[in-house]
């Protein structure tokens, strides 16, 4: 039995804030509103000019390109920039002091993007962006770029990285235009941290945080990275779910043996793997039955409870669009993603379909996630997890 844990933080939530001197908070989101709107196809150029800028976090020189505009898109709005060096692409960083502000606020992004499949993408460079009139499975089709006035709100852009995750570096520093454009100031102090590896799983994040811990210190993190909520209105979550992984491999026969020959005799790992999970989770309940893995929760208050049953969710809708017949737990979803996980992401043994054939494997390997919720220390979930194995024998 072999296991491999690497633990991470994964994000989610989106942006924004605003808050005017001059003006009452509604009247200073009116006035960033209708800046926006008024601005639309301008703030379109400047993304597509972002977007055009390959991001494949391998590619060192193209990183340090999309690096530089970042520092440039900074400056010229007066943020001060500069870059963090990593082994990897480099952090960018900028800092916008507000005189007499007590708070300080940290937007984070990433401006790397996934690996690219230039055959998966419909009839065009996934560097080269398009504005369709629609969804692509709505049959959206390409349309031009505006020089002024605003896009129908059907309309979408296409390009990589688009959505995840450089339109909310856009959107961030748009916003400071919109308020000053206002004659408003943020009255807190700005900090911006824009990642380039974020999709390589984020290897020198904790580094950078160690080693520039005066630096990024903020009353309060935005991460500008995340899902689109299935409601399509824009969600700010509060607090992250940190990630622990492991990969548990069952050893079987040193080779694959003919199951004629030695079936029922030499131990199945594929089916030793199954009955190892099987015993990590209540198939009633859906609990975890790791020992003390709830022990370190931290209960929801209130006002948190309240706040979720506040919030828009419509489990029935979402159990209809994925087929889902009835969840795995007791509770609605909102309330679920407030426990921790045990999530079997991945299964490999043997072969499969018109692949098949007559044998016992030689293993069979589990990829498990566990996802942290507040209170829970990652190297001792992770060692409730080893500890259960080993009770199993
Ligand atoms: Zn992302």
Redesign the pocket.
Known sequence: MRLLFASGLC?GALVLLINGYAFGQSQAIHAVRSYRASHEAGIVDELVEFLKLPNVAADGPAMRRNAEALLEMMARRGVEARLLETDGPPYVYGELKVPGAGRTVLFY??YDGQPVDPSRWAGHDPFTPVVRDGPLEAGGRIIGFLTYGRYDPDCRLFARSAA??KSPIVAMLVALDALRANLLEPTANLKFLFEGD??AGSPNLGEIVRQYRELLSADLVIAA??PSDPSGLPTLYFGSRGIVSAEITVYGPLRPLHSGHYGNWAPNPAMRLAQLLATMKDPETGRVLVDGFYDDVVPLTEFELQAIAEAPNDDAEQMRTFAIAAPESEGSRLLLLNQPSLNVRGLRSGWVGAEARTIVPDRGIANIDLRLVRGIDPGEQAARLIAHIERQG
């Open positions: 994000s992004a990433h995840d995750d974020e999709e990275d995340g």
